[in-house]
């Protein structure tokens, strides 16, 4: 049975980085890719990037600055680290296996 | 970026009701492979997006076959015939041809 679940900070100071962890389960992540996807008020669904089945990386340049998306397949564990957060940042964050398996999501309020 | 347009952004529908959103991105959605990248999302209450559909007309895993997808190129279409109750929420188009991936800005389905 796949299941992936997020989990992070709930509250991040402006300026800060922000780090979440997805941790799967029932499937490899050297067999898929796996995406980061977050949902503002502002702007709805975004796409953030992913990390390809074989370790590689795609990131929108929206966030290419200050984005990063990496694994630990030992730990069948992806990583998605943003810095320097601004409020419109505020959103909830998931991360996904296409688009057909999703996370909870995990929200993340940008506030000082 | 591929701008991924909605219409309507919002409906009111009854029980039993047959119901068609409208899709349409700034460019074509076919892929150099040939095949064309559209899918359809919902995000019921306090949910995660489900896949819906993939590759413009393809049920996903468990999708019933009331939802139904067409088009090509640049104009897609959902249709859901005879919604139920657990139809409703906010439904999404997505593209995944061409970099960054994007989505459209939801479409309300609610009951009358």
């Known amino acids: 049975q796949v299941q992936l679940k997020e989990t992070g900070p709930g509250l991040v100071q402006p300026t800060q980085t922000l780090s979440i962890t997805c941790t799967v389960s029932?499937?490899?992540?050297?067999?898929?890719?796996m995406q980061w996807v977050r949902q503002t008020p502002g702007k709805g669904l975004e796409w953030m990037g992913f990390?390809?089945?074989?370790?590689?990386?795609e990131y929108n340049s929206e966030f290419k600055s200050r984005l990063s998306i990496s694994r630990d397949t030992s730990k069948n564990q992806v990583f998605l680290k943003m810095n320097s957060l601004k409020t419109e940042d505020t959103g909830v964050y998931y991360c996904?296996?296409?688009?057909?398996?999703w996370g909870q999501g995990v929200m993340v309020t940008v506030s000082s | 970026d591929v701008v991924m347009t909605q219409t309507p952004p919002s409906l009111s529908v009854a029980i039993g009701q047959s119901v068609s959103i409208s899709c349409k991105s700034s460019?074509?959605?076919?892929?150099?492979?040939?095949?064309?990248?559209l899918h359809w999302l919902l995000q019921s209450p306090g949910r995660s997006p489900k896949r819906l559909i993939y590759?413009?007309?393809n049920l996903g895993s468990g999708v019933p076959d009331r939802f139904s997808g067409t088009g090509s190129q640049k104009d897609f279409t959902l249709k859901i015939s005879r919604v139920e109750a657990e139809d409703l929420g906010v439904y999404y188009c997505?593209?995944?041809?061409?970099?960054?991936?994007?989505f459209g800005g939801g479409t309300k389905l609610e009951l009358k």
């Open positions: 996904a296996r296409g688009l057909e398996y």
């Open positions: 029932g499937f490899s992540l050297t067999s898929y890719y």
């Open positions: 990390i390809r089945s074989g370790g590689s990386t």
């Open positions: 460019q074509s959605l076919v892929y150099s492979d040939g095949k064309t990248y």
């Open positions: 590759q413009v007309s």
């Open positions: 997505a593209q995944t041809t061409h970099f960054p991936w994007t």
